[in-house]
């Protein structure tokens, strides 16, 4: 690599990655996790490692076995989201689904005591009294493109973009 090349790379803009998984049990409830550092739940999930070559999909199962003690393959990508912020870079958070859990599944999972409180099943109408305002919107995205079984939903700050004709 030039020196030219290099510097030019260096001064490209930051972006922040993230990834999360989507589990549902067999009544359809959501599975939450309740973080230690924040006011809000989240679904399991964390920074996708791209300084060490991890994509989001691995980062989503890194961050599910780590967090909750489970090691499953994210399916599907069901959401997209290019997430703008104040005080740090923009992120682009990936949404992958997780499948249903099935009752040993649940039984098995073990939280990561350094950042999790508790775990919980909510039920998709009551996602909002946990999860933060882009997080509903996000998911909801996430849980519409699992329901009618198209591609990923595209969103910006959880909401579809506004295409130009």
């Known amino acids: 690599m030039t020196s030219d090349y290099a510097a030019y790379i260096a001064s490209l803009p930051r972006v922040l990655a993230g990834a999360g998984t989507v589990f549902r049990d067999a009544a359809g409830r959501v599975l939450l996790v309740e973080p230690n ?11 996708v490692e791209s300084d060490q070559g991890e994509s989001p999909r691995q980062a989503a199962r890194r961050e599910t076995a780590e967090e909750i003690g489970l ?9 997209v989201d290019w997430v ?3 005080a740090r870079p923009p992120l682009v958070s990936y949404l992958f689904d997780g499948g249903v859990l099935d009752e040993a599944q649940l039984a098995a999972i073990r939280l990561q005591e350094e950042e999790l409180l508790s775990w919980r099943l909510v039920n998709p109408a009551e996602l909002g009294g946990y999860v933060d305002g882009p997080m509903a919107l996000r998911l909801g995205a996430a849980l519409g493109a699992l329901a009618d079984g198209r591609g990923p939903a595209e969103l910006e700050d959880g909401v579809p973009p506004q295409h130009s004709a």
């Open 37 to 47: 550092y924040k006011d809000t739940w989240i679904l399991p999930g964390g920074t």
């Open 84 to 86: 703008r912020g104040p």
């Open 71 to 79: 090691d499953i393959e994210p399916g599907r990508l069901l959401a």
